[in-house]
């Protein structure tokens, strides 16, 4: 069975998940969107409304501003997964209790050893805490480091800038420096550097303004 054909049976498995009290209130689960040869790994929280709707991680208002923010760093949506701690929407978008992110992380285990990314780039403090227990995301953001076999990126959740419009600047800074720094972890992993593009190349592409909404 191939990892695409892996990581599709997961995601039906997913889907009629009853490990934890999350599955009593979902209309869809999400369990993510991306190749299953990624070599960039973003991890968020829960999914919200829309993602509840919809079946897909990152939807709504915080999806399409994480959508500028992977564009400013050369980057798409096809490109990278997107997926989240737990699989299924906390009512009311509460955070997640420990007893369903621990339910819910041998799907999120099984992720990982499928898409064998190069990068995790951790959204919101939630997902950061599985990787670097006790850390504070407004110290260590957009700091790479090494954890276990792996590259771990920490960063501020999108939806972060909805509600305070100061950490926007420190967002948009972490995501320019994505391209660099996943190319020093290939570096580190033994494998190809990625050709950075020329500087016309890259003006042409960078959005001209990004908003929130």
Known sequence: MSAEETLNKLAQEISTCTKCVLHE???????????????????GEGPGFHEN??????????????????AQAGVTRTEVFICNVVKCRPPGNRDPLPDEIKA???????????????????????????FIPAAK????????????????IPMFHPAAALHQAALKPSILADFVR?????????????????????????NQDKPKQLSLF
């Open 178 to 202: 994505l391209p660099d720094q996943l190319n020093e972890a290939r570096a580190a992993l033994g494998k190809p550097l990625i050709v950075a593009k020329k500087k016309e190349e890259i």
């Open 104 to 130: 819910c992380d041998i799907h999120l285990e099984e992720q990982i050893e499928i898409i064998n990314p190069s990068i995790i780039v951790t959204l919101g403090r939630i997902s950061m805490n599985k």
């Open 137 to 152: 995301i407004t110290a260590v953001h957009g700091q790479m480091r090494k954890v276990d076999e792996r590259f771990v």
């Open 53 to 70: 709707e919809q079946g897909h991680p990152f939807v709504g208002a915080s999806g399409k501003f994480l959508d500028q923010l992977l």
């Open 25 to 43: 209130t979902r209309k869809k689960s999400v369990p993510g969107d991306g190749p299953a040869n990624a070599e960039i790994l973003f991890i």
